[in-house]
C-alpha cells in the first residue's frame, strides 16, 4: 500500500481513531493488536501471500534470539551457528527475490552459449515490497542479541510489530530493535505538540513527494533516454541529472519524512534518515545524511565486521569499497548499482587518503574544503546516473554528451522544470544557516504559515501520482 | 490551538483568495470552468479508464470486473484494434448511427500505454472473442511487447485489479471535488515547452469501449505527416503480423487494416503490410488533419477520420445476424 493512496488514508484513519480512543497511553494491548493488523492489511495489500515470507523472516530471528538468549557465551560455536542460520534465513530470502530474475537470465544465456538452451521459467520473481529493509531491520535484533547489545523478547507479538511497523516497513528509515523495542513499553500519550510535530513531519513529506519529486519525474521520465542518444545537449543532459537528484532526494526523504510523522502520531519516534544531503562538504559526511539509517547499519553490521579502520590503511579502503559495493547490490542486480557504490567506495577510500573526510584541520585553507565540497557532490552526481540509467552502456553515453561541455542556454521548458528544484533548495540552504547559527528554528507560528503554503501547494502542484522510487527496493 | 488557528485561517486565505480570483477574473473563470466542468463522465455507461496513475481501463477490461462491458465486448461484431491515437481517433457519435444502421455491433478494444497486439491477444484468449471483422491501426500495433503497466494488469489478481479502480475513482471523485474550489495549477496552464505534459481524464463506454476524452485540449499543429515511403515491412512486424493474423482465421475473424497518422515509426508501409498479409488497408490519405499535442488527433479531425474510416469500411461488413 502506498502513502499517495486513498487506501492509506482509510486505513490510518482508523489506527489513528484507534490512538485516540483504545490507545491513549499507547501501551494499551487492544491497541498495539490495531497496530499488528494494520500493518499486516498494509503489507498484505500488495501481494497477500507474500506476508508469509515476512512472518518467516521475522519468525526465524524471533526464535535464533531466543535459542542465543539461553546459550551461554563460552558456547561460541553453537551461537555463531544459531547466528549463521538466521543470516543464511534472511539473506537466502533476500538474495533469491532479488537475484533469481538476474540468475534465471544468466542460465538461459549460458545455456544457450554452449548450445544446450534450457527453459526458465516464463514469469518473473515479483520482488516482495521492502524486502530489502525489513530483513536488514530484522537481521539487527539477531546480531545485536548475539553481540550481547540486546536481550531476547519473549512476545513474538511485540516483536513481529517491530518487524512490521506500517510507517516504516516499505522504504525505512531502517530501524534498530535497540531503539524501538525500548519504546513499546512506554506509556506515552498524545500531546498537542507532539502531534503538531507529527503533522508537520508529514505535511513536508507529501509536499517533498507530491510537488516536488512527481512534478520533477515528469521531465526525468520523458527525457531520461535522450541523453543516451549521440550528441546530446550538455546542458540538456547536466540538468536531467540534476533534475534526477533531486527527484530522488524529494522522493525518499518524503517518505521517510512520513513515515516518521505517522509513528509520531502512533507514538513512536524514528530515527532521521535524511539531513540535507547535498550541503555535505565531503563524501563520508554525505553518507552522515543520505539514507542515514542505511549507512550506520553497513557501518556498524558490515564495515565493522569487516574490521573497519583498525587493521591497516589499505584494508580500510578495501573496507570502505567492499561497503558500499554491496550497497550498491542491496539495491538490486544491476551493474549500474554496482558501479554506483563503487564509485561511492572508491571517492570515499580516497578522500579519506587525503585526510579530507573531516574537514578538520583544513582552518584557513577553505578553498581547498569548497573546492572538495564541489568534487564530491559531483562524485554524488555522476552516481546518480549510473544509478538512474538502464545500463551501464546508457550511462556512459550520457556523461559522454556531459563531457562535451557544447552548453546550450536552457530553453524554456528546462527553466519551468527547475521551479521544482527551489523547494529543495531553499531546504538545503535553511538547513546549512541552521548548522551555522545564522538562523534560528521556525517558531511554530511560522511553522504553521508554512504548513498552509505546503498543504495549498499539494492541492494545487501535485502532479501524476507514482510509486515511491524506494518501493521497488 | 493558536498554531492550528494560524494554520487553519492561512490555508483557507490562500483558498479564498484562489476562489475570489476564479470569481473576478474573467480570463482565469472561462480556463477554470474549462477544466472543471469537463471532469465528469458523458453519461451514465461510461467508467472510469484514466486518470493520474495509470489506464485503469486495461484491469478492468481484462480482468473483466465490469460485467456489461464484457458483455457487449463478448457480443461485437466488429473490434476496433489500436494504441491511444486509435482511441482517440475513434468516435462514438460517427459510429453508432452506422452500426446501427447496418445491424451490427462494434467495440473499441485500444489501450492506451502503447499497448499493440500482445496485450490484446491476451484479452481475446482470455474472454475467447469471437468477432466477425477485426479493423487494427497498425500505427506500431505489431510485435510490441506487453507494456510494463501491462505486465502489471496481467499479474495482479482480480482483486487487486478492483482496489486500483477503486483507488483510481476515489482519487478522481476527489480530485473532481477539490478543483471545483481550487484548480491544478499545472493542469491549467500546462508545463511551457512540455508538449506531453497536460494531463487528460478518459472515460471509456461499457456499449462500445470507445473513449470519452476530457478535457480534449484545442488543436495547436497539423496532425503528423502520412508519409512513409516505400519502406518494405520486415519480419519485425511481418512475423507477429502473421501470427495475429492466424489467430484471427482461427477464430473465424476478419482482419482489415487501417491507419491513424502518428509520429511514430508505424513499423513500414500499412498498405505493404496489407499486401503480405492479404487483407485490405481502409482509412488512408485523409489530409487536413490536426492535433494538439503531435501526436493524438483533436476532436473535430477524430469525427473527420472516423467518417472516413466507415465510408472505406462498408464495403466489407459482414451480414447481420449470428456468427
Partial sequence: MSFVSWAFVVLFLAVFAARLTIGRRKIEPAFVWVLVVASTVFYSWHVPIYILILLTSAGVDYLAAILLGRTPATEVSKRRWILALSLGVNLG????????????????????????????????????????????????????????????????????????????????????????????????????????????????????????????????????????????????????????????????????????????????????????????????????????????????????????????????????????????????????????????????????????????????????????????????????????????????????????????????????????????????????????????????????????????????????????????? | MRTAIIFASTLAGLVALTYAAWATLPGLDRRVNHITQAQRPPGPDYYLAHDRGGHVDHHVLYHGTDAEAIDNLKQADILFLGTSRMMFALRSRVLAPWAQAYGLTYYALGFGFRDGDAFVLEMIRKHDLRPKLVVVNVDGFFGRALSTWAQRVVKDSPFGARKRFWEAEFGHESRRFVHRIIPNWIDLYGRPGFPFGNEFIAYRSRVDGVWSISPWPKPSMPAPSQDFGVEPVGPRIGDPARAFKAELDRRGSRMILTYVPTPEDAGGNPVALGELLGVPVVGMDVDGLTSHDGSHLSEESAAFWSRRLIQDLTPYLPPPGPR
Fill in chain 1, 93 to 473: 530470502l533476500l538474495g533469491f527475490f532479488k537475484y533469481a530474475n538476474l540468475l534465471m537470465d544468466a542460465v538461459a544465456r549460458a545455456s544457450a552459449a554452449v548450445g544446450y538452451p534450457l527453459e526458465t521459467a516464463a514469469v518473473s520473481v515479483i520482488l516482495p515490497m521492502g524486502i530489502s529493509f525489513y530483513t536488514f531491520q530484522s537481521m539487527s535484533y539477531t546480531i545485536d542479541v548475539y553481540r550481547g547489545v540486546l536481550t531476547p523478547i519473549h512476545s513474538f507479538r511485540s516483536f513481529f510489530l517491530y518487524v512490521i511497523f506500517f510507517p516504516q516497513l516499505v522504504a525505512g528509515p531502517i530501524v534498530r530493535a535497540v531503539s524501538f523495542l525500548p519504546q513499546m513499553p512506554r506509556p506515552r500519550r498524545l500531546r498537542l505538540k507532539v502531534f503538531y510535530e507529527g503533522l508537520w513531519l508529514i505535511i513536508v513529506g507529501f509536499f517533498l513527494k507530491m510537488v516536488c519529486a512527481d512534478n520533477l519525474a515528469v521531465y526525468v521520465d520523458e527525457y531520461w533516454e535522450m541523453a543516451y542518444l549521440e550528441r546530446a545537449n550538455a546542458a540538456f543532459s547536466l540538468w536531467l541529472a540534476l533534475m534526477f537528484s533531486g527527484q530522488i532526494f524529494a522522493d525518499f526523504a518524503g517518505y521517510s519524512s512520513i513515515a516518521r510523522g505517522l509513528a509520531y502520531l502512533l507514538g513512536y519516534r524514528l530515527p532521521i534518515n535524511f539531513n540535507a544531503p547535498y550541503i555535505a562538504s565531503s563524501l563520508k559526511n554525505f553518507w552522515e545524511r543520505w539514507h542515514i539509517t542505511l549507512s550506520s547499519w553497513l557501518r556498524d553490521y558490515l564495515y565493522v565486521s569487516l574490521g573497519g579502520n583498525r587493521i591497516s590503511r589499505v584494508r580500510t579502503y578495501v573496507n570502505l569499497l567492499v561497503v558500499m559495493v554491496l550497497g550498491g547490490l542491496w539495491h538490486g542486480a544491476a551493474y549500474t548499482y554496482i558501479v554506483w557504490g563503487a564509485l561511492h567506495g572508491v571517492a570515499l577510500a580516497v578522500e579519506r587518503a587525503l585526510g579530507l573526510q573531516h574537514n578538520r584541520g583544513l582552518g584557513r585553507f577553505g578553498a581547498i574544503r569548497f573546492l572538495w565540497f564541489l568534487v564530491a557532490q559531483g562524485v554524488v552526481l555522476v552516481a546518480w546516473i549510473f544509478f538512474r540509467s538502464n545500463s551501464y552502456e546508457h550511462a556512459l553515453a550520457f556523461l559522454a554528451n556531459v563531457a562535451e561541455m557544447d552548453f546550450l542556454m536552457p530553453n524554456a521548458m528546462m527553466w519551468v522544470g527547475m521551479l521544482f528544484l527551489v523547494p529543495l533548495v531553499v531546504h538545503h540552504a535553511w538547513a546549512w544557516a541552521e548548522e551555522r547559527g545564522a538562523v534560528k528554528p521556525l517558531v511554530p507560528a511560522m511553522r504553521a504559515v508554512l504548513a498552509a503554503v505546503m498543504v495549498y501547494g499539494i492541492l494545487t502542484l501535485y502532479a501524476g501520482t507514482s510509486d515511491f522510487i524506494y518501493f521497488q527496493f
